[in-house]
């Protein structure tokens, strides 16, 4: 009876779903895989997405940012064999403007989308949002099109991407694999999943089929009509694991291929790793609507910092890289490997300072929201409706 206690002492230090992520201490990504049952990313799948797509791979490749997968090699061995495949992330839309940790999932997939030429489709899911964050329909609708002009700005591809809305677009091809995902799905299971309790509406228990049939080409009989064996990989952070897991077991079962994922660490907050940047605490954050002078004073009053209590310290034990917030921040944003390199051998062995690792960070988050912010003001209301026709994409594969 000890030892189990002990063990769900255990389980209970982190915690992560599609709707919390907290930990008591550092997010042990290790024990993750293990619970959630994916495989590591290694470097051979790096070397291989460069050799098949003849570019240098993304940032958040090189340097694990997304660091665990499903099947990739699957999705990797049908591209070879000249067998396309598509992309499907999404968005669920619950504040007006996006935090840097939106856009890692949709820098990436832009990558993607440029270096394998595959057709993507974005679901905005507005009505999860109305349901778990108390929002009206309509104000979950007018924030999927905000955020919609965000993920516009990105520089998706228009010939390439088709952006729905689950309140607009949910029917037909779509809906009836929603039913047909929901017939196999017992109601044990998806407490048992997603850990639903009897005080849940059954709003909420019965949304994991919106999720999971944009991973299925009939879903979208505009686009992929007579595609149904077409393949699909899912970019996306690791705590969206479980709706694919619940995919996954389903799909053979209705004739579809198992989608496939490639899945990221989780952007820490700015005042340490013991959770993800949320949007429901503005200081934990850095929004792609913030000012210079905000990012300067979240940067320099929040960031934790892995520096001594002392420059004397610092400089005789240097910072501790494992836990520095700034250093972190800079691992996924700067773009030049040497220079990220240089910092991270100075910072850890005390010669730099952590205010000068500030400095540089505040530079880089700076240029970074200031040409999100440029684009996403020559974002129109008629680009977004663009971008969410229901049309054909006749050169998506081109």
Known sequence: MEKETKADEEEQTQVINPWEVSAKGKIDYDKLIDQFGCQRLDQSFVDRVHR???RIPHIFLRRNVFFAHRDLN???DAYERDEKFY??????PSSEALHLGHLVPFMFTKYLQEAFKVPLVIQLTDDEKCMWKNLTVEESKRLARENAKDIIACGFDVSRT???SDFDYVGGAFYENMVKVA???TYNKVVGIFGFTGEDHIGKISFPPVQAVPSFPSSFPHLFSGKDKLRCLIPCAIDQDPYFRMTRDVAPRLGYNKPALIESLFFPALQGQTGKMSASDANSAIYVTDSQKAIKEKVNRYAFSGGQDSIENHRKYGANLEVDIPF?????????DEELEHIRKEYGSGRMLTGEVKKRLIEVLTGIVERHRAARAA???????AFM???PLPNMFA
């Open 389 to 391: 026709a229901v049309r």
């Open 379 to 385: 974002v129109t209301d008629e680009m977004v409706d």
């Open 162 to 164: 088709f952006i729905f």
């Open 52 to 54: 098949l797509t003849n």
């Open 87 to 92: 992309l499907y992330t999404g968005r669920g």
């Open 183 to 185: 017939k196999c799905v």
């Open 74 to 76: 699957e999705i990797l």
């Open 328 to 336: 972190k921040y800079l691992s996924f944003f700067l773009e030049d």
